[in-house]
């Protein structure tokens, strides 16, 4: 039923730069371990030159990273052919900087010196890496630790930076590296016996939720289905987009089990979740619920649902280029 992947990553050299960044979102979206994809990144990014290669490259950041990858990121922050006067080339050296921050911080440590020392690397993004070889010592306890502190101190404030916002989704990264959080974590989606502060549990809620989908916890999922149902705010599109992370068909099953009783706000937010889930069953699911479903804005969004994960489109000369992404959720302003 489904576009084959080989053709969605072949439309990642695609001469159209929209193809292009659909066809990345394919993977991007959706948790994956495919590190075949990164290689297609730089490619693209070699055929099409710096002046295009901002957005791709910021959506790359995502993609599971290999040290052939990383030499080449590398080498880019040590070229001497880009005039930082030009807003691409700044801009491009800074999307190289952010895929080596978001790597995995073991393909890191032994290259810190190489990759602050690099004339193009930014120097704002210091303390990022040197926090990233710090954190490939660190354990669930230490990590959490960090990301409390953290949480804490950012609740205090009225005015966030961007700074701000970027480490703390960071260290929520970095902590769905150990599974051994897996009970903690969902005593905080049960709400008890979690030991935090009623405050600050509360404020880092939507962080938890998150994290159950970064960790791809099955057994998180009933938990976010009955969380999806309250409607609480953005933690509910949260539960959402973490089913969508976890991307089983245990998931599928689960949201066709509640799909009868959930008002249209939870269809929706499931409808999310499905557009994200790249499997068969997912995709005969979006159908059939389809076919019986009455509310137009839920067909909508099922409709979509259906076509994501094997999207088709059209270039300018005809031909069908496969794709992959997700529009906004209906919830969200």
Not at 5 to 14: G, L, N, P, T, V
Not at 214 to 230: D, G, K, T, V
Not at 277 to 295: G, P, V
């Amino acid at each position: 039923m489904r576009l084959p992947e080989s053709k969605i990553k072949a439309a990642i050299q695609h001469s159209e730069e929209e193809v292009r960044l659909t066809a990345l979102r394919y993977f991007t979206y959706s948790l994956n371990n495919d590190d075949s994809v990164m290689p297609l990144v730089i490619n693209a990014v070699e055929t099409y030159g710096v002046d295009s290669a901002f957005r791709i490259l910021r959506d790359a950041d995502r993609l599971p990273q290999t040290e052939s990858t990383i030499n080449w990121l590398i080498g880019q922050l040590h070229r001497s052919d880009l005039d930082l006067q030009s807003i691409d080339a700044d801009n491009y050296r800074f999307a190289v900087a952010l895929v080596l921050c978001n790597a995995e911080p073991m393909l890191i440590v032994h290259r810190e010196s190489e990759i602050r020392k690099a004339p193009l690397f930014p120097r704002e993004l210091d303390k990022r890496i040197v926090e990233i070889v710090l954190a490939a010592s660190w354990n669930w306890e230490v990590t959490w630790k960090k990301f409390l502190e953290c949480a804490d101190k950012l609740s205090r404030k009225r005015i966030w930076s961007r700074s701000d916002h970027r480490r703390l989704h960071h260290l929520n990264r970095l902590l769905a590296r150990h599974r051994d959080g897996e009970a903690q974590l969902l005593a905080l989606l049960r709400r008890e016996k979690h030991g935090l502060d009623p405050g600050l549990a509360e404020w880092i809620d939507s962080h938890v939720v998150r994290l159950a989908g970064l960790m791809q916890l099955n057994a998180a999922i009933p938990f976010l289905i009955e969380r999806s149902h309250l409607a609480e705010d953005d933690v509910a599109d949260e539960c959402g987009d973490a089913l969508g992370s976890i991307g089983t068909n245990a998931v599928v099953e689960a949201i066709v089990t509640d799909w009868e009783c959930g008002d249209s706000n939870y269809r929706s937010i499931m409808c999310s979740a499905l557009e994200k889930i790249h499997t068969n069953l997912c995709a005969k699911t979006c159908l059939e619920l389809l076919c019986d479903e009455q509310d137009g804005e839920v067909q909508l969004e099922l409709g979509h649902a259906l076509l994501a994960p094997f999207r088709v489109r059209w270039d300018r000369t005809g031909s069908a280029i496969g794709g992959g992404g997700r529009r906004p959720s209906s919830r969200r302003a």
